[in-house]
Structures are given as structure tokens and as C-alpha cells.
């Protein structure tokens, strides 16, 4: 009988894919370009609309028991599936790639005796070792994992919170004078980073035991863990401007707890992005093995990340959200409002096109600064609404029928 993932695992498992250098990193840059008084309120409202979209998500892979690609197959069709699959893939590679150079930096900033290449190599490599492992065999040593960042990760909130009081004053008024990002700029950035996870939540919550309590441990477990770590990204930009999360550990002095902190976090959210690589590389070639590819995709990333993929992480969180935000609203239309129990062996051009059209919209207004919504919301809503036209079309076709 297959093993099924249990409550705490999936809460486990979404903590720690949230806490990650990219996560702080997001947080820094919003707490660099804001005053802390209008901060809050788009930041809390992107987490919750992106939490309640990963659940929503979520439980459609768990209630039909597909992975996250498998189940787009009768809401795009066979090759639709296939697309988005290819186009997940890629993203992930690139993703592993991002994180593993963010926590190869952080870590040569802290003055460790390696290179930076080298550090990439021995990232990757403990990624793939976890990726070997499986997620059953390592569930206890993640929640032990867990407990040690949780520990380690509230000791550097408080540090920093300490540090950050001191400068407050200075900070504020450089703050004040060239704040940029406007409300919906800044939910913008929050909800980004739960929509980059919306092509690979199926993959972990089709095996729960509990439907609906596991998707929803799942959910909220990221949002909240997600929220805390824009939360430090804040902090370390209210102790002073231009600082990244390695010169805040410094600052700190947490030097060995500093390094515990960014190599545990990268295995933890790489893990389930190279696991997930393999989970999506399966829908396209039936025959691949998903723990093969996962540690292909490890090793691959060192090779990306040494090559200088951080100069374009902006765009390409972006393309993240252009691409699979409008996926996502038209996954979510089909199967809440169409009765999504039909196969589908082709091609669905309409839901097709319902995505393309909100690919365009995300492009024509993601440069259009501090848009109402947002690019990702507003992509979602287009191909949300021309979605739900085609079921609304195919329902009267089918009573016409009748």
C-alpha cells in the first residue's frame, strides 16, 4: 500500500519551503524602497490572496491524486499538459539554479574558506543526497532540520530587531525620501513568491491521507512562514540601507548559526523544487524516473548558478508569475466550475487561448507602475473570466444536447 503524507509532514515540508535566502532577500528589497507604515497592509494581503490560491490549488491534486502537471491534462489537454509540463521544468532548473546561487553567495559573504563555485557544487550535491533519500525516509530528519531553523531563525529575529531599533530614526527619513514602490507594487512582490509555487503544491499534497486539512496545513504553513521571512528582510533593511542578509548575520555576530541557517535553507525549498522538476519531467516522458531527474536537475543548477543566473532572478521571477499565475486561474475554473471529470486526449484550444490572454495582459502591465491589482492578479482575473465563458458555453451546449 502506497505511503501517505500525515498532517505535520505537509505542515513541515511548506514551512520549510518557504524559508529560504530568496524569501528575505524579497523582504530586504521591499524594506529598502517603503516606509514601514505603508508596508504592511499590501504585504499581508498578497500572502493571503497567494496562501488561499495554493490551497485552492492544492486540493485539486489531492482530491483526484495527480501531480501537479498530470492534473492540467483535462483542463488543457494531453498536449496542453505536456506544454505547461516542459514549461514547469525549465522554471524549476532555473529556480534551483537561482536558489542555490543565493545561498553560495550568502555563504561567501560570510568569509568561509571556500570559493564560490565550490560552494555551489557541495549545495547542489546535498540537495541531490536528499533528493536520493525520498521524502518518506527523510521525514524525521526534516522535522529535525525544522526545529533547529526555527530555533536558530527566531535567535536572528530578535538580534536583528535589536539592531534595527538603534538606526530607526535615520533609516525612516532616508526611507521617506526615496520610497518607490507603491502599494500594489509591494503586493506585487508578496504574492509572487506563493504564485511560484502554484505548479508544484500537487506534487506533495496528492499523497496526503486528509484532503482538505493537509492542503490547508500546507497553505497556511508557507504563508506564515513566508510572511516571517519578508519579515527579516525587513528588519535587516531597517539596520541600515544596501545591506544583504550575510552582512546582517555578520552584524549579528551569528557566524556559525548564520551558515546553519543558509544551508539548511536552500536544501529545504531546492529539494522540493528538484523533486518537483522530476514530477513534472514524468507527465512529458512516462518512462523517466522521478528521483533520477530530480538529482540530474541538482547537479544541473550548480552548473547554471556558477554561470552568473543571478543577474537575471528579477525577470525571471517575473516569468514565473506571467506564465503559471494564468495556468492556475484557468485550472481553477475548470475544475471548480466545469465539472472537470471529462479526459481530455488533445488539446483545449479555448483554455488554451483563456491563458494566453492573460500571459499578454501580465506583459502589457507589469511595467505599468503600481497598477491596480497588480500584473498577476489582473493576468489572473482575464484568464479566469474568458475561462469561465468557455464552461458557461459548453454547459448551455450540452442542455441543447439534452
Same mark, same amino acid.
Request: glycine share 8%; aromatic share 12%; net charge neutral.
Given at each position: ?5 500525515? *498532517? ?6 511548506w514551512f520549510g519551503v518557504a524559508i529560504s535566502v530568496s524569501e528575505i532577500e524579497a523582504g530586504i528589497g521591499i524594506g529598502n $524602497? %517603503?516606509?514601514? /507604515? ?86 547542489? $550535491? ?18 529535525? &532540520?525544522?526545529?533547529? *531553523?526555527? *530555533? ?27 520610497? %518607490? ?21 500537487s506534487d506533495y499534497t496528492k499523497d496526503v491521507k486528509e484532503p482538505i486539512k493537509a492542503t490547508l496545513v500546507s497553505a497556511v ?7 516571517? $521571512? ?61 528521483? $533520477? ?7 544541473? %543548477?550548480?552548473?547554471?548558478?556558477? /554561470? ?61 507602475? /503600481? ?11 482575464? /484568464? ?14 450540452? &442542455?441543447?444536447?439534452?
Amino acid at each position: 500500500m502506497e505511503n501517505k503524507t500525515g *498532517l505535520f509532514t505537509n505542515a513541515v515540508i511548506w514551512f520549510g519551503v518557504a524559508i529560504s535566502v530568496s524569501e528575505i532577500e524579497a523582504g530586504i528589497g521591499i524594506g529598502n $524602497m %517603503s516606509s514601514l /507604515s505603508s508596508l504592511w497592509l499590501p504585504l499581508v494581503l498578497g500572502h493571503i490572496v497567494g496562501g488561499i490560491l495554493l490551497f485552492l490549488v492544492g486540493y485539486i491534486g489531492a482530491s483526484v491524486r495527480l501531480n501537479a502537471m498530470e492534473v492540467t491534462s483535462s483542463t488543457f489537454g494531453k498536449y496542453g499538459s505536456k506544454f505547461f509540463a516542459t514549461l514547469n521544468v525549465m522554471q524549476l532548473v532555473a529556480w534551483v539554479a537561482v536558489l542555490n546561487a543565493q545561498g553560495a553567495y550568502a555563504l561567501a559573504s560570510l568569509n568561509l574558506p571556500i570559493s564560490f563555485p565550490l560552494t555551489c557544487i557541495i549545495l547542489a $550535491m546535498l540537495v541531490a543526497l536528499w533528493v536520493y533519500m525520498g521524502l518518506q525516509r527523510i521525514s524525521k530528519i526534516t522535522t529535525v &532540520v525544522m526545529a533547529v *531553523l526555527v *530555533l536558530l531563525l527566531a535567535i536572528l529575529s530578535f538580534k536583528f530587531l535589536g539592531l534595527g531599533s538603534s538606526g530607526f530614526a535615520t533609516l525612516a527619513s532616508s526611507v521617506a525620501k526615496s520610497s %518607490s514602490l507603491g502599494f500594489w507594487n509591494i503586493f506585487e512582490i508578496s504574492i509572487a513568491m506563493p504564485i511560484s509555487w502554484l505548479p508544484v503544491i500537487s506534487d506533495y499534497t496528492k499523497d496526503v491521507k486528509e484532503p482538505i486539512k493537509a492542503t490547508l496545513v500546507s497553505a497556511v504553513a508557507y504563508t506564515f512562514a513566508s510572511l516571517w $521571512m519578508y519579515f527579516i528582510g525587513i528588519e535587516i533593511a531597517n539596520i541600515g540601507m544596501n545591506l544583504n542578509i550575510a552582512q546582517a548575520i555578520l552584524l549579528a555576530n551569528l557566524g556559525t548559526s548564520g551558515i546553519i541557517i543558509v544551508v539548511l535553507s536552500t536544501i529545504t525549498t531546492n529539494f522540493l523544487a528538484a523533486n518537483s522538476a522530476g514530477e513534472s519531467a514524468k507527465v512529458i516522458f512516462h518512462k523517466l524516473d522521478v528521483k $533520477m531527474v530530480g538529482i540530474a536537475v541538482s547537479i544541473l %543548477s550548480a552548473v547554471i548558478a556558477i /554561470s552568473g543566473i543571478m543577474n537575471h532572478y528579477i525577470d525571471f521571477l517575473y516569468l514565473i508569475a506571467s506564465v503559471f499565475g494564468p495556468m492556475a486561474a484557468v485550472l481553477l475554473v475548470s475544475f471548480y466550475c466545469g465539472g472537470n471529470d471529462k479526459k481530455n486526449n488533445g488539446i483545449s484550444y479555448w483554455n488554451i487561448f483563456s491563458w494566453l490572454m492573460g500571459f499578454i495582459v501580465y506583459y502589457f502591465t507589469v511595467n505599468m507602475n /503600481s497598477i491596480v491589482l497588480g500584473p498577476s492578479l489582473l493576468a489572473f482575473i482575464v /484568464s479566469a473570466f474568458l475561462a469561465y465563458l468557455g464552461v458557461l458555453v459548453e454547459k448551455r451546449r450540452t &442542455v441543447e444536447l439534452n
